[in-house]
């Protein structure tokens, strides 16, 4: 099956920091790639869905400064937390899919990200 | 609105065979997905149906009804393993991905 990478695992940052999280698809181009963001006993939240060359479409309520996502290749997309608070404190995952739309799509293994 | 609903949390017996349920209603259709989330990790593609019937695979089946907005996975033979998170997911008109919140399932010995 396809492979999505995304690192680092866990992170552990300070306040008013910055933090990378990289998604990458190892053996097949992504043509979007999707970030989402899980509190602990919820389900999934979708942040915002990329596709590569153009701007993120954030979904309602997310801060598109402060989640700031690159998509510039076929096979990497980055989220980066700007400023980081101890409320950003979450479950980051990403999902690569190959064509629009989520049927085909594949999740990297999630990032722990703490602010303290 | 779109809603899925799905029980939070269940417990069955290693061996034994339990049926998580799923209702949803959401603004078209496009499938729904089952997914397993074991704890700090990240979801893992079980099924997908997009027709009505039962999909085997495995240990696992997966059912739905569209005319009644309702899906359900089947785990037999279960193992200590199969304890975990399982979440429903549908895809809507859109092809935007609606999550339930997930069924904890706890498998005792």
């Known amino acids: 099956g396809a492979v999505v990478s995304q690192h680092p695992s866990r992170v552990i940052c300070k306040s008013g920091t910055s933090v990378k999280i990289e998604c990458r698809s190892l053996?097949?181009?992504?043509?979007?790639m999707f970030w989402y963001r899980q509190f602990p006993k919820k389900s999934l939240m979708l942040m915002a869905t990329s596709n590569e060359g153009s701007k993120a479409t954030y979904e309602q309520g997310v801060e598109k400064d402060k989640f700031l996502i690159n998509h510039a290749s076929l096979t990497l997309s980055t989220l980066t937390v700007t400023s980081a608070h101890p409320e950003d404190s979450s479950f980051y995952i990403c999902s690569a899919s190959t064509g629009q739309g989520h049927t085909e799509a594949f999740f990297g293994q999630g990032t722990r990200l703490t602010v303290v | 609105g779109q809603n899925i609903d799905q029980p939070t949390e269940m417990t069955a017996t290693e061996g034994a065979i339990v049926q998580i349920n799923c209702t949803y209603q959401t603004s078209g259709f496009n499938g729904l997905f089952w997914y397993q989330q074991h704890a700090g990790e990240a979801p893992t593609f079980l099924s997908y149906n997009v027709l009505d019937g039962l999909e085997e695979k495995g240990r696992f089946s997966s059912f739905l009804s569209r005319s009644k907005g309702y899906s359900y996975l089947l785990l037999k033979e279960l193992q200590m393993k199969d304890s975990a998170s399982y979440l429903c997911a549908t895809l809507d008109s859109n092809y935007q991905l609606i999550w339930g919140a997930g069924t904890k399932l706890i498998i005792k010995p």
């Open positions: 053996d097949f181009q992504a043509t979007t």
